[in-house]
């Protein structure tokens, strides 16, 4: 395969158009995972909107603890969110952070990317990208977040061998190599822009803008709660805290996105 050319820091700093989110920035050859190292700076005071991008990651992870294989060739980034973020923007993240993902690869690459709740980006039905939000507190105190996204982008897809067949690239997709780097810079200004209109009480545009890209409604999905599993049909966005889904037995339960352990869909 073609070696894909390696992000540029300066490319990435000279294009940025945010306020806060990717100024400071840390561009990594190989790392265990964004997350981790990013999740240091932040112990260690790094400031709102510090992001970490990696060219390779040796133990990404996903939600549930999974593997999160990283090769090179891939976008795979931590932003550390703290201060400006209201409560109702952290709660939203894995969505706004997917949301956000698919936006930029709609109007940069036009590629149909769609928002499965609660964190997911699919095109063509099959999984693109994903978000991965960590969190820490300082006492009763919200500290900061971690909002790590992994995109498969400048790989073909066969290249990670254990996956199956319900993942693609942006290589499979677009048929070339993609620019990485204009990739990030929206992507940051898609997150700002986003967690600004939730943090301001805007939340309602952001669930409009979410209806558009929305893939859930009307699939069979089994969530698992605490308080035990719910199964039914996805029925639609509660604002951007809450869905419902519509149970065999004739209820619409209404349930809480950030008590979700795992959402699991029925193959179409
Ligand atoms: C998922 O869909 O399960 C979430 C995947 C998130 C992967 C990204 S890659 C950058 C950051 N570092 C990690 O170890 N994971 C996230």
Redesign the pocket.
């Known amino acids: 395969m073609q070696a894909t050319q390696h992000i540029s820091r300066e490319t990435i700093l000279r294009e940025l158009r945010t306020k806060f989110l990717g100024k400071s920035l840390v561009v990594l050859e190989k790392c265990s ?4 190292v990013a999740s240091d700076s932040a112990r260690h005071g790094a400031p709102h909107g510090l992001t970490v991008i ?1 060219e390779e ?1 040796t ?6 603890g ?1 593997r ?1 294989l ?1 090769p090179k060739g ?1 976008i ?3 932003i550390v969110l703290r201060d400006a973020l209201s409560i109702d923007a952290y709660n939203s993240l894995p969505l706004t952070g997917a949301l956000a993902v698919a936006r930029t690869l709609n109007s940069s690459l036009g590629v149909g990317a769609r928002v499965r709740w609660p ?2 980006v699919l095109a063509s039905g099959r ?1 693109l ?4 939000v960590e969190a820490k507190s300082k006492g009763d105190e919200f500290d900061y977040a971690l909002l ?3 995109i498969n982008a400048n790989f073909p897809i066969s290249l990670i061998e254990e996956v199956d067949q319900e993942s693609t690239s942006l290589l499979d997709l677009v048929g070339s190599p993609v620019s990485r780097e204009a990739l990030i810079t929206t992507i940051l200004s898609e997150v700002e822009y986003l967690n600004e209109l939730v943090s301001s009480k805007h939340s309602e545009v952001v669930v409009k803008l979410l209806e558009r890209l929305e893939c859930s409604r009307g699939k069979i999905v089994t969530v698992r709660l605490q308080r035990g599993e719910i199964s039914g049909v996805f029925d639609g966005y509660d604002g951007l805290a809450k869905v419902r889904v519509a149970t065999r037995e004739g209820n619409v339960e209404t349930i809480n996105t950030s008590a979700v352990i795992s959402a699991e869909y029925r193959k179409a």
């Open positions: 995972s964004t997350n981790d990696a990651q133990a990404g992870r996903g939600r549930l999974r999160w990283s891939g795979w980034l931590s964190n997911d999984k990208a994903g978000v991965l790590g996204v992994g």
